[in-house]
């Protein structure tokens, strides 16, 4: 952190104490339960989607684009649903 705060300093670099715990500040001020967090903004400038954690292969983001309005090969969108349907089993 400090090396890079000398490359960033109008960046803020700090530590949650709670790191991992529920209670962290991440969790508790943005709802980011896992990382990456990804955003999806449509084009009116709201959340259409969120997207939570990664795995290699997955098409859940490519499926969440898809509702923001972004053109996306049908196939993607399926296996987005299905990476989904498989996280929450």
């Known amino acids: 952190?400090?090396?890079?705060?000398?490359?960033?300093?109008?960046?803020?670099f700090?530590?949650?104490?709670a790191e991992r715990a529920p209670d962290r500040a991440s969790s508790k001020l943005y709802g980011v339960v896992g990382?990456?967090?990804?955003f999806i903004v449509d084009r009116e400038g709201r959340v259409a989607?969120?997207?939570?954690g990664y795995l290699a292969g997955e098409a859940m983001l490519d499926a969440a684009l898809?509702?923001?309005?972004i053109k996306v090969d049908p196939a993607l969108i399926a296996?987005?649903?299905?990476?989904?349907?498989?996280?929450?089993?």
């Open 49 to 52: 989607e969120t997207v939570t």
């Open 66 to 69: 898809a509702k923001a309005g």
């Open 1 to 12: 952190m400090n090396a890079n705060q000398r490359q960033y300093p109008d960046f803020i």
């Open 14 to 17: 700090a530590h949650d104490s």
């Open 79 to 89: 296996k987005g649903a299905a990476d989904l349907k498989a996280r929450d089993r």
């Open 35 to 38: 990382i990456p967090k990804q």
